[in-house]
Protein backbone atom coordinates (compact mmCIF):
# COMPACT_ATOMS: atom_id res chain seq x y z
CA UNK A 1 0.00 0.00 0.00
CA UNK A 2 1.42 3.86 -1.19
CA UNK A 3 2.25 5.50 2.15
CA UNK A 4 2.71 9.18 1.75
CA UNK A 5 4.95 11.13 4.24
CA UNK A 6 5.38 14.93 5.00
CA UNK A 7 7.94 16.22 6.93
CA UNK A 8 7.51 18.23 9.10
CA UNK A 9 4.56 18.69 10.15
CA UNK A 10 4.97 22.61 10.65
CA UNK A 11 7.30 24.94 9.75
CA UNK A 12 7.67 28.59 10.69
CA UNK A 13 9.92 31.39 8.65
CA UNK A 14 10.44 34.91 8.61
CA UNK A 15 9.40 36.83 5.40
CA UNK A 16 11.67 36.87 2.83
CA UNK A 17 12.99 33.24 3.18
CA UNK A 18 12.65 30.47 0.54
CA UNK A 19 10.47 27.81 1.61
CA UNK A 20 11.69 23.83 1.36
CA UNK A 21 8.76 21.17 1.72
CA UNK A 22 9.23 18.00 1.11
CA UNK A 23 7.13 14.33 0.43
CA UNK A 24 7.98 10.69 0.15
CA UNK A 25 5.76 8.30 -1.43
CA UNK A 26 7.11 4.33 -0.48
CA UNK A 27 5.66 2.86 -3.85
CA UNK A 28 7.53 4.61 -7.05
CA UNK A 29 4.78 3.36 -9.51
CA UNK A 30 2.92 6.84 -9.88
CA UNK A 31 0.92 8.21 -12.23
CA UNK A 32 1.60 11.37 -11.03
CA UNK A 33 1.59 14.13 -8.11
CA UNK A 34 0.34 17.09 -7.38
CA UNK A 35 0.90 19.65 -4.51
CA UNK A 36 -2.25 21.59 -3.08
CA UNK A 37 -2.55 24.65 -0.51
CA UNK A 38 -5.08 24.41 2.32
CA UNK A 39 -6.45 27.37 4.14
CA UNK A 40 -8.08 26.85 7.73
CA UNK A 41 -11.29 25.40 7.64
CA UNK A 42 -11.37 25.25 3.42
CA UNK A 43 -10.94 23.54 0.49
CA UNK A 44 -7.99 22.57 -0.96
CA UNK A 45 -6.07 24.46 -4.06
CA UNK A 46 -4.37 22.47 -6.69
CA UNK A 47 -0.74 24.68 -7.11
CA UNK A 48 0.88 22.17 -9.23
CA UNK A 49 1.01 19.07 -11.19
CA UNK A 50 3.47 16.74 -11.81
CA UNK A 51 3.43 13.81 -14.24
CA UNK A 52 4.97 10.58 -13.88
CA UNK A 53 7.38 11.30 -16.97
CA UNK A 54 8.47 15.15 -15.74
CA UNK A 55 11.42 15.85 -13.66
CA UNK A 56 9.56 19.32 -12.26
CA UNK A 57 6.63 21.79 -13.10
CA UNK A 58 7.09 25.98 -12.69
CA UNK A 59 4.09 28.82 -11.52
CA UNK A 60 5.75 32.19 -10.47
CA UNK A 61 7.32 31.51 -7.49
CA UNK A 62 6.81 27.74 -6.99
CA UNK A 63 8.93 25.05 -8.33
CA UNK A 64 8.16 21.33 -7.72
CA UNK A 65 10.23 18.49 -8.44
CA UNK A 66 9.68 15.12 -8.79
CA UNK A 67 12.12 12.09 -8.70
CA UNK A 68 10.88 8.55 -8.84
CA UNK A 69 13.60 6.15 -8.16
CA UNK A 70 14.16 7.56 -4.63
CA UNK A 71 9.87 8.42 -4.05
CA UNK A 72 10.61 11.96 -3.44
CA UNK A 73 8.73 15.69 -4.44
CA UNK A 74 10.15 19.14 -3.23
CA UNK A 75 8.26 22.11 -3.06
CA UNK A 76 9.85 24.99 -3.43
CA UNK A 77 8.22 28.93 -2.59
CA UNK A 78 11.04 31.36 -3.42
CA UNK A 79 10.78 34.53 -1.38
CA UNK A 80 7.86 34.07 0.75
CA UNK A 81 5.17 36.04 2.19
CA UNK A 82 2.67 36.21 4.98
CA UNK A 83 -0.16 34.79 2.55
CA UNK A 84 1.65 31.94 1.81
CA UNK A 85 0.70 31.17 5.69
CA UNK A 86 -1.05 28.00 4.82
CA UNK A 87 -1.25 23.95 4.78
CA UNK A 88 -0.10 22.09 2.27
CA UNK A 89 -0.30 18.72 0.87
CA UNK A 90 1.13 16.53 -1.71
CA UNK A 91 -1.20 13.60 -2.99
CA UNK A 92 -0.27 10.95 -5.19
CA UNK A 93 -1.74 8.48 -7.67
CA UNK A 94 -1.24 5.55 -9.57
CA UNK A 95 -2.51 5.11 -13.14
CA UNK A 96 -6.29 3.62 -11.74
CA UNK A 97 -7.05 6.85 -10.14
CA UNK A 98 -7.55 6.99 -6.16
CA UNK A 99 -5.25 9.69 -4.56
CA UNK A 100 -3.19 9.07 -1.25
CA UNK A 101 -2.57 12.22 0.55
CA UNK A 102 -0.09 13.01 2.85
CA UNK A 103 -0.94 14.50 6.38
CA UNK A 104 0.73 17.90 5.56
CA UNK A 105 3.23 20.85 6.35
CA UNK A 106 1.78 23.78 8.13
CA UNK A 107 3.23 26.86 7.33
CA UNK A 108 3.66 30.06 8.49
CA UNK A 109 5.18 33.11 7.73
CA UNK A 110 6.33 35.62 9.89
CA UNK A 111 6.37 39.47 9.10
CA UNK B 1 -19.16 30.64 -10.46
CA UNK B 2 -16.83 27.60 -8.82
CA UNK B 3 -16.14 24.68 -11.03
CA UNK B 4 -16.96 22.23 -7.65
CA UNK B 5 -20.04 23.14 -5.96
CA UNK B 6 -20.99 21.43 -2.87
CA UNK B 7 -24.57 22.03 -0.54
CA UNK B 8 -24.97 22.08 2.46
CA UNK B 9 -21.66 23.81 3.87
CA UNK B 10 -22.23 23.41 7.17
CA UNK B 11 -24.42 21.11 8.92
CA UNK B 12 -25.44 19.80 12.41
CA UNK B 13 -27.43 16.74 12.98
CA UNK B 14 -28.16 14.25 15.60
CA UNK B 15 -27.83 10.76 15.92
CA UNK B 16 -29.33 8.18 14.18
CA UNK B 17 -30.42 10.89 11.56
CA UNK B 18 -30.00 10.30 7.70
CA UNK B 19 -28.48 12.97 5.89
CA UNK B 20 -27.12 13.24 2.07
CA UNK B 21 -24.27 15.71 0.99
CA UNK B 22 -24.93 16.78 -2.78
CA UNK B 23 -21.94 17.85 -4.93
CA UNK B 24 -22.38 19.07 -8.12
CA UNK B 25 -19.36 19.53 -11.11
CA UNK B 26 -19.12 22.16 -14.22
CA UNK B 27 -15.72 21.15 -15.43
CA UNK B 28 -17.24 17.93 -17.60
CA UNK B 29 -15.06 15.49 -15.62
CA UNK B 30 -15.86 11.27 -15.21
CA UNK B 31 -14.18 10.99 -11.93
CA UNK B 32 -15.72 12.22 -8.51
CA UNK B 33 -14.61 11.09 -5.26
CA UNK B 34 -15.56 11.75 -1.53
CA UNK B 35 -12.94 12.14 1.01
CA UNK B 36 -13.88 13.02 4.65
CA UNK B 37 -10.63 15.29 6.86
CA UNK B 38 -10.05 14.86 10.69
CA UNK B 39 -7.69 16.76 12.66
CA UNK B 40 -4.23 14.23 12.42
CA UNK B 41 -5.57 11.78 10.21
CA UNK B 42 -5.63 13.94 7.13
CA UNK B 43 -7.71 13.28 3.82
CA UNK B 44 -9.39 10.02 3.37
CA UNK B 45 -10.97 8.13 0.69
CA UNK B 46 -15.04 7.23 1.29
CA UNK B 47 -15.78 6.36 -2.38
CA UNK B 48 -14.96 7.19 -5.80
CA UNK B 49 -16.61 7.05 -9.10
CA UNK B 50 -14.96 6.36 -12.53
CA UNK B 51 -18.18 7.39 -14.30
CA UNK B 52 -22.18 7.13 -14.17
CA UNK B 53 -21.82 3.44 -13.85
CA UNK B 54 -18.86 3.27 -11.99
CA UNK B 55 -19.23 3.23 -7.85
CA UNK B 56 -15.94 1.84 -5.77
CA UNK B 57 -15.54 1.72 -2.33
CA UNK B 58 -12.47 3.93 -0.95
CA UNK B 59 -10.66 3.02 2.29
CA UNK B 60 -13.57 4.01 5.03
CA UNK B 61 -16.85 3.37 3.40
CA UNK B 62 -18.36 1.35 6.36
CA UNK B 63 -21.79 3.67 7.24
CA UNK B 64 -21.41 5.77 4.16
CA UNK B 65 -23.24 5.34 0.96
CA UNK B 66 -23.21 7.20 -2.49
CA UNK B 67 -25.37 8.20 -5.77
CA UNK B 68 -23.94 9.30 -9.29
CA UNK B 69 -27.59 10.93 -10.59
CA UNK B 70 -25.42 12.13 -13.66
CA UNK B 71 -21.73 12.64 -14.48
CA UNK B 72 -22.19 15.92 -12.96
CA UNK B 73 -23.46 15.00 -9.79
CA UNK B 74 -22.09 12.91 -7.20
CA UNK B 75 -23.70 12.56 -3.92
CA UNK B 76 -23.04 11.05 -0.10
CA UNK B 77 -25.48 9.81 2.21
CA UNK B 78 -24.52 8.46 6.03
CA UNK B 79 -28.01 6.74 6.57
CA UNK B 80 -27.60 6.82 10.41
CA UNK B 81 -24.99 9.48 11.35
CA UNK B 82 -22.84 8.97 14.38
CA UNK B 83 -20.87 11.50 16.31
CA UNK B 84 -17.33 10.00 14.97
CA UNK B 85 -18.74 10.78 11.22
CA UNK B 86 -18.19 14.55 12.56
CA UNK B 87 -15.54 15.93 9.78
CA UNK B 88 -14.91 17.82 6.98
CA UNK B 89 -16.39 16.34 3.92
CA UNK B 90 -14.63 17.25 0.75
CA UNK B 91 -16.04 16.22 -2.84
CA UNK B 92 -13.38 15.97 -5.75
CA UNK B 93 -13.25 15.93 -9.31
CA UNK B 94 -10.49 14.65 -12.02
CA UNK B 95 -10.32 13.58 -15.35
CA UNK B 96 -8.28 10.47 -16.96
CA UNK B 97 -5.62 12.51 -18.00
CA UNK B 98 -3.57 13.99 -17.00
CA UNK B 99 -5.50 13.19 -13.54
CA UNK B 100 -5.44 16.72 -12.28
CA UNK B 101 -7.73 17.09 -9.03
CA UNK B 102 -10.06 19.71 -8.07
CA UNK B 103 -12.10 20.16 -4.60
CA UNK B 104 -14.94 21.40 -3.78
CA UNK B 105 -15.09 23.99 -0.98
CA UNK B 106 -16.28 21.22 1.53
CA UNK B 107 -18.90 20.37 3.95
CA UNK B 108 -18.75 20.86 7.83
CA UNK B 109 -20.81 18.14 9.33
CA UNK B 110 -21.10 17.94 12.95
CA UNK B 111 -22.94 14.89 14.56
CA UNK B 112 -24.14 15.27 18.03
Known amino acids: KQEVTQIPAALSVPEGENLVLNCSFTDSAIYNLQWFRQDPGKGLTSLLL?????REQTSGRLNASLDKSSGRSTLYIAASQPGDSATYLCAVTANWGKFQFGAGTQVVVTP | DADVTQTPRNRITKTGKRIMLECSQT?????MYWYRQDPGLGLRLIYY???????NKGEISDGYSVSRQAQAKFSLSLESAIPNQTALYFC???????????FGPGTRLTVL
Open chain 2, 27 to 31: KGHDR
Open chain 2, 92 to 102: ATSDFSPGEQF
Open chain 2, 49 to 55: SFDVKDI
Open chain 1, 50 to 54: IQSSQ
